[in-house]
């Protein structure tokens, strides 16, 4: 497939068949991701796979995160009008085949930050979101289906602890043979994104 033609065509997939993913297969389309260019090559990265046996445990995890957030004691209270659709979201997951956890490796989830700080973490996250786009792009040469899924943070604190981790948590990523072919969401015009200067 070429680079183009796999960029017009990936779609978010929110229905997945009940089928697996072969361990090589899912290790060529993470390898993709280890592949994406990084601020000073920190490859600041960490991937973590959830089998479909790990995934009601999983769903218990983010449920009772939801929760928290429910009762405004989450990390997001003035967040609650996307609660449905983190409750949308914990739905499909369960149909996926694995889950993929993004981590970033060089930092910890912290709101206070200094300037240095804050560069940095910029660096790596635009590095993450380089890994998760070619996860994504590989994953639909091997007819694979995705979900980018920044609902997580709906259970931040709870993820935290369930994953043993004190890093950073940037999103997940859903996968499985689609059960479905969504027509193309719409896109702003060229010149609305696009200033020549």
Not at 7 to 24: Q, T, V, W, Y
Not at 106 to 111: G, H, K, M
Not at 159 to 172: E, F, K, M, V
């Amino acid at each position: 497939m070429k680079i183009l033609e796999a960029i017009g065509g990936r779609r978010s997939i929110r229905k997945f068949l009940g089928k697996e993913i072969a361990k090589d297969t899912l290790e060529k389309i993470l390898s993709a991701g280890a592949q994406a260019p990084s601020a000073k090559n920190r490859q600041p990265w960490k991937f973590i796979v959830i089998p479909k046996n790990r995934v009601s445990e999983m769903l218990g995890v983010m449920r009772s995160g939801l929760e928290h957030e429910k009762s405004g004691l989450g990390l997001l209270p003035n967040y609650t009008q996307f609660i449905g659709s983190a409750e949308r979201t914990f739905c499909i997951l369960e149909e996926a085949a694995v889950t993929v956890f993004i981590l970033n490796t060089e930092n910890n989830f912290s709101l206070h930050q200094s300037a240095e700080e804050k560069l940095f973490e910029m660096g790596n996250v635009q590095s993450i979101g380089a890994a998760i786009q070619n996860i994504l792009l590989a994953a639909l040469e091997y007819g694979v289906g995705s979900l980018w899924i920044c609902d997580i943070y709906f259970a931040y604190q709870d993820l935290l602890a369930w994953l043993n981790t004190d890093r950073q948590i940037i999103a997940a990523v859903a996968l499985g043979y689609p059960a479905e072919n969504p027509f193309p969401r719409p896109r702003k015009p060229l010149d609305a994104v696009i200033e020549w200067k």
